[in-house]
């Protein structure tokens, strides 16, 4: 379950992408409850997704897209 703390402190090393996924989870939590923020590394890219739990029970999850500062 998110926190809302330092959950991603150690996948974020570069202080603007931090600043930009707090910016994004904090947008996310207005469609429901964050349960979960993960990373994935492929070819030595990192992608970071967010599952919300919106207000009807419903999972999704988005990438979220640090270049356009929203959820995808």
């Known amino acids: 379950m998110y926190d809302g703390g330092n959950f ?8 603007e992408a931090k ?6 989870l904090q947008q996310a939590q207005i469609q429901g409850q964050i349960v979960d923020f993960s990373v994935q590394r492929e070819f ?3 992608f970071y997704y967010v599952t919300i739990k ?4 419903n999972l999704s999850r988005y990438r979220v897209d640090l270049d356009q500062e929203e959820l995808s």
């Open 19 to 24: 600043q930009k996924v707090q910016k994004i």
């Open 54 to 57: 919106d207000h009807a029970g």
């Open 8 to 15: 991603f402190e150690s996948f974020l090393k570069d202080k």
């Open 44 to 46: 030595g890219n990192a």
